[in-house]
């Protein structure tokens, strides 16, 4: 199996799986390809939460604002997951989710029809080539060791028996902002309400605990504390946006 | 075959998507993850049009507002066919498309990992499962029939020889507005005038037989009358939406 | 394989995929389903692009202004490949890209349900019949030989060694204002500076070559001039749509 990921919208994607299907019979399935444009921070937090749903494969991740430039080509061992796309840190957070000790390699050789999409010429046929060897990438010519790859880390909060200071890592779309505090942070208040910013808030397991339209701080999928709003945008509601900081206080 | 359905947008599909590969080798077909957020009527309008051309599958349905609430979890035998979800109502137009006599089951005991993301940690498990059980329902301990679901019902127009008292179900992507008075009504009236809400508008077969921008009356690909523009939007040429009366006159 | 393109958005591609595999086991992989609405002349540019990167495939096209009037069902036989869709000129680009010599057939008779969705009642069968049959077309009674078809043409610059006229054919996603003029033009100007109407613009590979949100001009995947912005939408930037002329000079 190869998983698709990239930034691209429409139609680029289908280049890439022409690409792959004409080198592979892997099949193909779809992380996103409506990751926010350039946006190489918020794709590695879901590529985080999403891929260690999936059974062993090729994970190919296109978020490439520098395609082009002599930033490296990777592709990294983790477990038995293997993922591709270009070092710019959007690989390692998931890849570090998947196992304990992930292995980068880089490709020795780049040669692009186009310098403007990578996607199609470097990364969807070397996501085939790497389905097609099922070797250990140590064994492959093609690829070398590499010491250090380009690192995303997310926040850690501050927290104490009274407050937790933390931060929006991102805005889901149905405007769930998804902060970095653990939703252990929650446990004791869960049926309460707690202080976001000074403002009380119910906290609640599920959405539908609260009225249409009003806001609950909830843990959400991913284990973090999420500040919401009842089929609403709780990012609008509670005026935070990626990278805004937060306060939560007993 | 396992088909997908749900109002998540991006990225959680391919959550759901993951688990499901995890745990079964069936065929993933996306009907799509695009409907209206939390829209249970739209969805199961939607559905009932569209489940009914595809060959005997399971089919996950992810429009569940009441995420976390003690909703129960159904599988409804339909037919050849399977359809996983939440009890609010929005699976049983399309069983009831699929099957004269659909028979409901409930999930006897839900454990899941979040409270906000059951179509991850419940329903994409148990449609995986189902799959894999290629058993009757009634012949599996994990589930018990249930006798009384949830249920959507379209309303009914009000036909007369002179008119037609409708409403508008839903408003598709193009912009046509999609009612509840079935196609037959227009039949007499076909390459000619019938009025809407008082506006004399033209009936045709096609789109492209009336001018780019000019409204017109037809009869749309679910055999129901359809408030349509020429290459533009008809629900706000004929100023309604979903819910919006409308009376079809001679 | 049958690959899948659109103009529908959600949900109707979905009532193609449940129609092809009723009748066919053919691996189904979308293109794209967000084409603009009605635009069989953005789209024809894209599929031309995209295609050629498949293995061979029956390609099955939905950009189809005129459903339900006599234009033709075509069916064009390109090397292996094999388009089909509506006689509007859409598929001809694609098909004189994947062959030199490509030849078109229409369906004899067209019997639909409906008249206004034959993407779900004509097209969609009709990919999966030719998937099943296996056949050259010339030996299928149902199709006929056409000996011409729509055509789609794009506009051909004026190049001197000064200055090239020419035309933005289409505006991606991302906002890169895609040309009619051959990259070559900017061979000698690599890494210097071209007037595009007037304006001294950086000519770069790539796009990070220049700072964020700043103008450049590049080669893009297809081989022609791009009016670009690093992070940005170079159609804004540079003033263009669809069909603007431009000019650029050295």
Same mark, same amino acid.
């Given at each position: 199996? %190869?998983?698709?990921?990239? #930034?691209? +919208?429409?139609?680029? @994607? =289908? &280049?890439?799986?022409?690409?792959?299907?004409? $080198?592979?019979?892997?099949?193909?399935?779809?992380?996103?390809?409506?990751?926010?444009?350039?946006?190489?921070?918020?794709?590695?937090?879901?590529?985080?939460?999403?891929?260690?749903?999936?059974?062993?494969?090729?994970?190919?991740?296109?978020?490439?604002?520098?395609?082009?430039?002599?930033?490296?080509?990777?592709?990294?061992?983790?477990?038995?997951? %293997?993922?591709?796309?270009? #070092?710019? +840190?959007?690989?390692? @957070? =998931? &890849?570090?989710?998947?196992?304990?000790?992930? $292995?980068?390699?880089?490709?020795?050789?780049?040669?692009?029809?186009?310098?403007?999409?990578?996607?199609?010429?470097?990364?969807?046929?070397?996501?085939?080539?790497?389905?097609?060897?099922?070797?250990?990438?140590?064994?492959?010519?093609?690829?070398?060791?590499?010491?250090?790859?380009?690192?995303?880390?997310?926040?850690?909060?501050?927290?104490?028996?009274?407050?937790?200071?933390?931060?929006?890592?991102?805005?889901?779309?149905?405007?769930?902002?998804?902060?970095?505090?653990?939703?252990?942070?929650?446990?004791?208040?869960?049926?309460?309400?707690?202080?976001?910013?000074?403002?009380?808030?119910?906290?609640?397991?599920?959405?539908?605990?609260?009225?249409?339209?009003?806001?609950?701080?909830?843990?959400?999928?991913?284990?973090?504390?999420?500040?919401?709003?009842?089929?609403?945008?709780?990012?609008?509601?509670?005026?935070?946006?990626?990278?805004?900081?937060?306060?939560?206080?007993?």
């Amino acid at each position: 199996m %190869i998983t698709l990921s990239s #930034d691209f +919208g429409w139609p680029y @994607p =289908a &280049a890439m799986r022409g690409v792959i299907a004409s $080198r592979s019979d892997a099949r193909l399935v779809d992380i996103t390809h409506d990751f926010p444009r350039g946006d190489v921070y918020t794709s590695a937090f879901w590529l985080r939460e999403i891929l260690p749903w999936f059974p062993p494969s090729v994970h190919l991740v296109v978020i490439d604002p520098g395609v082009g430039t002599d930033r490296a080509v990777l592709a990294i061992e983790a477990g038995e997951h %293997i993922l591709v796309g270009p #070092d710019n +840190g959007v690989l390692l @957070p =998931a &890849a570090k989710a998947l196992s304990d000790d992930p $292995r980068a390699f880089a490709l020795e050789s780049i040669e692009a029809e186009s310098s403007t999409f990578h996607g199609r010429d470097v990364f969807a046929p070397l996501a085939a080539r790497i389905h097609e060897w099922e070797a250990p990438l140590d064994t492959v010519p093609e690829m070398r060791s590499m010491d250090a790859v380009a690192e995303i880390e997310f926040p850690d909060p501050t927290i104490t028996d009274e407050d937790a200071l933390g931060e929006v890592l991102v805005v889901d779309g149905f405007g769930n902002a998804i902060t970095n505090v653990p939703g252990e942070f929650l446990a004791e208040q869960m049926g309460e309400h707690i202080g976001v910013d000074g403002r009380s808030t119910p906290v609640a397991r599920t959405y539908a605990a609260v009225d249409t339209g009003e806001p609950l701080v909830t843990v959400g999928s991913h284990g973090n504390v999420e500040l919401a709003v009842r089929d609403g945008r709780g990012a609008a509601a509670f005026e935070v946006e990626k990278g805004s900081s937060i306060r939560l206080h007993r």
